[in-house]
């Protein structure tokens, strides 16, 4: 987007059974949001206006709008995805309709953040299970965006707030798979990601990454398992000799018992729950589900559709509003990195046959028998 515009931050509608919409009324109510970007919602006024008189929040006025093209800085804008006028809203009640719905709203949004209408997206929950049909048939969001906005480059999901980042080797996946699906292909994959956006979208230029051990005690030496002494070690090993900072594995149960997260910059955990329910109460309300590994930037609260509280002015705005604000600051720190990366200079050596000689060469190897000199 032009400089002289604010950040514009798309926000799909979610499930509209659930809590999508109170904690984005919530969040879009708080002082300052209009000051520091421009918020597109993926949706319709009228079920916003139902949600809103259902939970108590505090009136928005919308400016309705067919394209986020016509979106105005300074404005609530709504895009109203066709369709959604006639749609009844079932609060906390789980239906088709409402998966179609969330898909219809997703898939607009996705393809104006390709398309550059918008610079970052922030996803609102989804029924996992509801929105599945012929044209969505991924797990999740991670899956979907990788497909629809990947460009062939792979997703990592990493969840985090700013005490603890978790990413994972699997996701959406059965236990009973999960042994399967943990290879050092995989573990490697994952850390190259993870490293690579700790530094671009966090801003740490020599992250440390801790992994996780998949079975109880390490595997106890092969007692309880040889995952880790056959899989995970070597794939560690052969990171590091990639000059990726990682250390392990962990028994999972120690590492967050015993607050060592915190000596790390990230967390590589082998499955969902093991990384995520620590995660989840170390990180209270206002954790963020991030996919990195993209050439675009998507950010979601940290929970589910709520459908027990859905309605009942009940929902916190906290973790929207984290994966609001960082969708932005991983948009700008993308940015600077960019700048920064551009145009590299270019590196001085010193040919050892030819002293006092300094070659200007564009390679990073030492294969032409030359060493690296500070200049």
Do not use: W
């Not at 009228?46 to 949600?51: C, P």
């Not at 920064?340 to 002293?355: E, G, V, W």
């Amino acid at each position: 987007m032009a400089n002289d515009k604010k950040i514009r931050v798309g926000i799909t509608q979610g499930d509209t059974n659930g809590i999508g919409y109170e904690v984005i009324l919530k969040a879009l109510a708080e002082p300052m949001v209009l000051e520091l970007f421009t918020p597109v919602i993926y949706g319709s006024t009228k079920i916003a206006a139902f949600h809103r008189k259902a939970c108590g929040a505090q009136p928005i006025q919308f400016y309705s709008i067919d394209n986020a093209i016509q979106a105005r800085d300074g404005a609530y804008n709504m895009v109203e995805i066709p369709g959604l006028d006639d749609l009844k809203v079932e609060l906390g009640t789980p239906s088709e309709a409402a998966g179609r719905a969330a898909f219809a709203s997703l898939e607009v949004a996705v393809a104006d953040l390709r398309n550059g209408i918008i610079d970052v997206l922030v996803t609102a929950p989804i029924d996992k299970n509801n929105i599945q049909s012929e044209t969505f048939h991924f797990p999740g969001h991670t899956e979907y965006l990788e497909t629809a906005a990947g460009d062939g480059n792979r997703s990592l999901m990493v969840l985090f707030n700013d005490r603890i980042r978790v990413a994972l080797v699997t996701t959406h996946l059965p236990v009973s798979q999960i042994a399967g699906a943990i290879t050092k292909e995989a573990i490697i994959e994952k850390l190259e990601i993870f490293n690579q956006s700790l530094r671009k979208d966090f801003a740490i230029e020599y992250p440390r990454i801790a992994v996780l051990a998949l079975n109880p005690h390490s595997g106890d030496h092969g007692l309880l398992g040889n995952e880790e002494k056959e899989i995970i070690t070597p794939a560690i090993e052969e990171a590091y000799a990639k000059k990726i900072c990682c250390f392990g594995p962990y028994s999972a149960d120690g590492f967050f018992g015993n607050g060592s997260y915190t000596k790390f910059d990230g967390v590589l955990a082998m499955y969902h729950d093991q990384g995520l329910a620590p995660f989840k109460t170390i990180a209270m309300d206002n954790g963020v589900n991030f996919t990195a590994g993209l050439p675009v930037v998507r950010t979601s609260p940290d929970h589910g559709t709520g459908y027990d509280i859905a309605g009942k002015g009940l929902a916190s705005p906290e973790s929207m509003l984290a994966a609001i604000y960082a969708s932005i600051d991983i948009y700008r720190n993308r940015r600077i990195y960019d700048e920064i990366h551009a145009n590299p200079l270019r590196k001085q050596y010193f040919d050892k046959s030819n002293d006092n000689v300094v070659l200007d060469l564009s390679k990073d190897d030492d294969d032409n028998g030359t060493t690296p000199v500070n200049v």
